[in-house]
C-alpha cells in the first residue's frame, strides 16, 4: 500500500473534502489522469452452500479508472470492508440464502457488486449501467480480470425506449434519469428498458436484485409486474429520504413485500413503514416477498464478517 493511499484511508471524508477545496489548482491539474489499484475481495465463508466459492475468483481486482471517478476513489482508500458493507453482505446473503441462478445489480456504476458476487459465488450477474464512461469502465475491469459477469449499459425503468440522463456535477455516483434530482452539468441520451423487457431478451429470471439508480428505483418496480408476480425476487434498493419512499411502498404494497431497513446493527428486523435515513448513512433496504427465513441472519452475519474482515 503506497503511503499516499494509508494516509488517505485515515483521514476523516470532511477532511479531505477540505484539502481537495484549498490545494492549489496547479496541483490539481498536475495530478494522474489515470487509477490503477489492486482490490482485495472477501474471503468466501463456508457452510453457506453450493454458490459459495471456496475461494474468490480472482482473489484480488485490478482496477483502472479515470482518476476523480468518485466510486474508484473510494475503493482505492477504503477498500471492500468499508464500501456500504451491510448493503454487500444483504446481497450476497440473498444469493447464498436462496442459491440464487441469476442476479441483477440495476444501476451498477464500476460495477463493484456485479464483480464481488461474481468472484465470491457461482450466481449468474449481470449488471445495468447507462452513463457510458462509468460502464466502460465496468467494462474494462471485467474483461482485463476475465469476471463471470455481463455488462448491459442501459438504464431500466417503467417504459423501453430513451431517455435523457442527468450528468451530475456532484459525481457520477448520482447521475439520474430525475431531472432536477443533482445540478447538471451535462445531459446524455440513453436507451433504457422495462425489466420485464430485459428478462425476456436476455432469457434470465433474476431472483436477486440490487437496485440503486438515484431516485428512479421505483420507476425500475413499475417496469417488472410480471417478475414480482411469478418470481418474486429478494431486492436490494436504495432508499434516499423524502424522495421514494411513499413511491416503493405503493409499488411493492401490492405485491405483499416486507421492508427491512439494511441498518448497523443486527439482527435485521421487519417494519411496516419505508423511512429513508436522515444521515445518509444506511441508505438501503431488503424487500422480501415473505417474512425473513430465520436462516437468513446465519448468511448475513457470515458475510458482513467476511466483508469487514477484508484487507
Given at each position: 500500500?503506497?503511503?499516499?493511499?494509508?494516509?488517505?484511508?485515515?483521514?476523516?471524508?470532511?477532511?479531505?473534502?477540505?484539502?481537495?477545496?484549498?490545494?492549489?489548482?496547479?496541483?490539481?491539474?498536475?495530478?494522474?489522469?489515470?487509477?490503477?489499484?489492486?482490490?482485495?475481495?472477501?474471503?468466501?465463508?463456508?457452510?453457506?452452500?453450493?454458490?459459495?466459492?471456496?475461494?474468490?475468483?480472482?482473489?484480488?481486482?485490478?482496477?483502472?479508472?479515470?482518476?476523480?471517478?468518485?466510486?474508484?476513489?473510494?475503493?482505492?482508500?477504503?477498500?471492500?470492508?468499508?464500501?456500504?458493507?451491510?448493503?454487500?453482505?444483504?446481497?450476497?446473503?440473498?444469493?447464498?440464502?436462496?442459491?440464487?441462478?441469476?442476479?441483477?445489480?440495476?444501476?451498477?456504476?464500476?460495477?463493484?457488486?456485479?464483480?464481488?458476487?461474481?468472484?465470491?459465488?457461482?450466481?449468474?450477474?449481470?449488471?445495468?449501467?447507462?452513463?457510458?464512461?462509468?460502464?466502460?469502465?465496468?467494462?474494462?475491469?471485467?474483461?482485463?480480470?476475465?469476471?463471470?459477469?455481463?455488462?448491459?449499459?442501459?438504464?431500466?425503468?417503467?417504459?423501453?425506449?430513451?431517455?435523457?440522463?442527468?450528468?451530475?456535477?456532484?459525481?457520477?455516483?448520482?447521475?439520474?434519469?430525475?431531472?432536477?434530482?443533482?445540478?447538471?452539468?451535462?445531459?446524455?441520451?440513453?436507451?433504457?428498458?422495462?425489466?420485464?423487457?430485459?428478462?425476456?431478451?436476455?432469457?434470465?429470471?433474476?431472483?436477486?436484485?440490487?437496485?440503486?439508480?438515484?431516485?428512479?428505483?421505483?420507476?425500475?418496480?413499475?417496469?417488472?409486474?410480471?417478475?414480482?408476480?411469478?418470481?418474486?425476487?429478494?431486492?436490494?434498493?436504495?432508499?434516499?429520504?423524502?424522495?421514494?419512499?411513499?413511491?416503493?411502498?405503493?409499488?411493492?404494497?401490492?405485491?405483499?413485500?416486507?421492508?427491512?431497513?439494511?441498518?448497523?446493527?443486527?439482527?435485521?428486523?421487519?417494519?411496516?413503514?419505508?423511512?429513508?435515513?436522515?444521515?445518509?448513512?444506511?441508505?438501503?433496504w431488503l424487500f422480501t416477498p415473505d417474512p425473513l427465513p430465520a436462516d437468513f441472519a446465519r448468511h448475513y452475519h457470515a458475510w458482513i464478517e467476511a466483508i469487514r474482515a477484508?484487507?
Amino acid at each position: 500500500m503506497t503511503l499516499r493511499r494509508a494516509v488517505a484511508r485515515r483521514l476523516r471524508p470532511g477532511v479531505k473534502a477540505i484539502l481537495r477545496r484549498v490545494t492549489p489548482r496547479w496541483i490539481l491539474l498536475a495530478a494522474p489522469t489515470t487509477r490503477r489499484f489492486w482490490l482485495t475481495m472477501p474471503t468466501p465463508p463456508g457452510g453457506l452452500g453450493p454458490m459459495v466459492r471456496d475461494v474468490a475468483v480472482p482473489a484480488r481486482v485490478r482496477f483502472t479508472a479515470p482518476y476523480r471517478s468518485f466510486v474508484p476513489r473510494l475503493l482505492d482508500e477504503r477498500g471492500v470492508a468499508r464500501y456500504e458493507p451491510e448493503t454487500m453482505a444483504a446481497f450476497l446473503a440473498a444469493i447464498s440464502l436462496l442459491e440464487a441462478t441469476d442476479a441483477f445489480d440495476v444501476g451498477a456504476n464500476v460495477g463493484i457488486f456485479s464483480i464481488v458476487g461474481a468472484a465470491l459465488t457461482t450466481t449468474r450477474l449481470v449488471g445495468f449501467e447507462p452513463t457510458p464512461d462509468v460502464a466502460a469502465t465496468f467494462r474494462s475491469v471485467v474483461e482485463a480480470n476475465g469476471i463471470a459477469c455481463e455488462v448491459e449499459a442501459i438504464a431500466l425503468g417503467a417504459t423501453t425506449g430513451s431517455a435523457t440522463l442527468y450528468l451530475s456535477n456532484k459525481s457520477e455516483s448520482s447521475n439520474s434519469l430525475k431531472a432536477g434530482f443533482r445540478t447538471a452539468s451535462g445531459t446524455v441520451d440513453v436507451p433504457v428498458e422495462r425489466l420485464d423487457d430485459v428478462v425476456t431478451r436476455l432469457g434470465r429470471r433474476p431472483t436477486v436484485l440490487k437496485i440503486d439508480t438515484e431516485t428512479t428505483e421505483p420507476d425500475v418496480l413499475v417496469g417488472a409486474p410480471d417478475l414480482l408476480t411469478r418470481t418474486r425476487p429478494w431486492i436490494v434498493c436504495e432508499v434516499l429520504v423524502d424522495r421514494t419512499e411513499v413511491a416503493l411502498k405503493n409499488v411493492l404494497e401490492p405485491y405483499r413485500y416486507h421492508f427491512h431497513h439494511l441498518g448497523p446493527t443486527e439482527p435485521i428486523v421487519e417494519t411496516d413503514r419505508i423511512v429513508g435515513d436522515r444521515t445518509y448513512d444506511h441508505r438501503d433496504w431488503l424487500f422480501t416477498p415473505d417474512p425473513l427465513p430465520a436462516d437468513f441472519a446465519r448468511h448475513y452475519h457470515a458475510w458482513i464478517e467476511a466483508i469487514r474482515a477484508t484487507r
